[in-house]
Nanobody, 124 residues
Framework: VQLQASGGGQVQAGGSLRLSCAAS????????MGWFRQAPGKDREFVAV???????YYADSVKGRFTVSRDKAKNMVYLQMNSLEPEDTAVYYC???????????????????WGQGTQVTVSS
């Protein structure tokens, strides 16, 4: 199983980026896919995921600015990031899991599959 993330880059505060993640080797159409991030010196933190029914769950820090979406047919997950802030600077990782329960989606340790990470840098 492989998750391939892309779309990171450097933008100024207030700008936008769209991350994509393609899964191969296993279908996650009935699973959970989403995004975490890790800034230097900090633990990996929850950003947003899509549940099995397609509903999005978001960290409070990104609500109203980020949108997570899925294409189940393509086995892909996306993260549209608007109104980016310097505090959003981090390596963004896509994650997927087929067995995770809803109460566990917030903790990165509960996911079995990870992408390689893509750097997002927001300058002020």
């Amino acid at each position: 199983v492989q998750l391939q993330a892309s779309g990171g880059g450097q933008v100024q505060a207030g700008g936008s980026l769209r991350l994509s993640c393609a899964a191969s080797g296993r279908s996650f159409s009935n699973g959970v896919m989403g995004w975490f991030r890790q800034a230097p010196g900090k633990d990996r933190e929850f950003v947003a995921v899509t549940w099995r029914d397609g509903r999005g769950y978001y960290a409070d820090s990104v609500k109203g600015r980020f949108t997570v979406s899925r294409d189940k047919a393509k086995n892909m997950v996306y993260l549209q990031m608007n109104s980016l802030e310097p505090e959003d600077t981090a390596v963004y990782y896509c994650a997927a899991d087929s067995r995770i329960i809803l109460s566990s989606i917030w903790n990165w340790r509960n996911y079995d599959y990870w992408g390689q990470g893509t750097q997002v840098t927001v300058s002020s």
